[in-house]
């Protein structure tokens, strides 16, 4: 009677063991799963980064030149419109730069 319990003692720690083993796997690979998804979503968003780089590098040089005291237009303008359209431009260019970079693929 003693070896037939020490058996099913045996038996359940076995099942036990084995049903442990398989939900930590299962959790492992649903932790993996989740980490694949976070690491394209970021590799995604360093992409679309390097793009806006490539894009606004040479804008930045070209207004770099422009703006080493040559006419450009604005001298004639009244003194607050210069500064607030380009103050509104890069306002407006940083929303459109965040929507772009945090949207999702």
Request: aromatic content about 10%; proline content about 4%; glycine content about 4%.
């Amino acid at each position: 009677n003693a070896r037939d319990r020490a058996y099913d003692i045996a038996r359940t720690a076995e099942l036990l063991y084995s049903e442990a083993k398989n939900s930590l796997e299962f959790e492992i690979a649903r932790r993996t799963e989740q980490q694949a998804a976070s690491a394209r979503q970021m590799s995604v968003s360093a992409h679309r980064l390097n793009l806006l780089a490539a894009f606004f590098f040479p804008i930045a040089t070209i207004t770099a030149i422009f703006g080493v005291n040559l006419q450009h237009g604005f001298e004639t303008q009244s003194a607050p419109l210069p500064f607030v359209v380009v103050l509104g431009a890069g306002l407006l260019l940083g929303v459109v730069l965040k929507s772009f970079v945090t949207r999702p693929s």
